[in-house]
């Protein structure tokens, strides 16, 4: 499987995806920390990948993303946004209802 197929399959398979660098409990960037500390924060699990350990999905994401900076968060498949937008919805309360909504909608599609 080629480096796009896995970005692709780790999209699909997360409904709430972190590209970070580093974890969630040990980040290693400031960007990383406050965008995993602002998800954390909505009360919801979520997944991540660090791209640090993957120097692979850290070169092809931004070229498949057309975004070139990390964090990226990807919410349903879709692209929200870096560190910036992500600060700006959580503050704004948007990326909790977002983040609601998409743990629900996925919790309600598993139990089917």
């Avoid at 692709?8 to 660098?21: H, T, V, W």
């Avoid at 929200?80 to 909790?96: A, H, P, R, S, Y």
Wanted: aromatic share 8%; charged share 25%; net charge negative.
């Amino acid at each position: 499987m080629d480096t796009i197929e896995r970005i692709k399959e780790q999209i699909s398979d997360n409904s709430i995806l972190l590209f970070m660098k580093g974890s969630p409990k040990l980040p290693s960037c400031g960007f990383s920390s406050q965008a995993s500390q602002a998800l954390m924060q909505c009360g919801e699990k979520f997944a991540y990948v660090d791209i640090l350990q993957n120097p692979d999905i850290r070169a092809e994401l931004p070229k498949y993303a057309d975004w070139p900076t990390f964090p990226q968060l990807w919410v349903d498949g879709e692209l929200v946004g870096g560190c910036d937008i992500i600060m700006e919805m959580f503050q704004q309360g948007e990326l909790q209802t977002l983040i609601k909504e998409s743990a629900e909608k996925n919790n309600s599609e598993e139990k089917a």
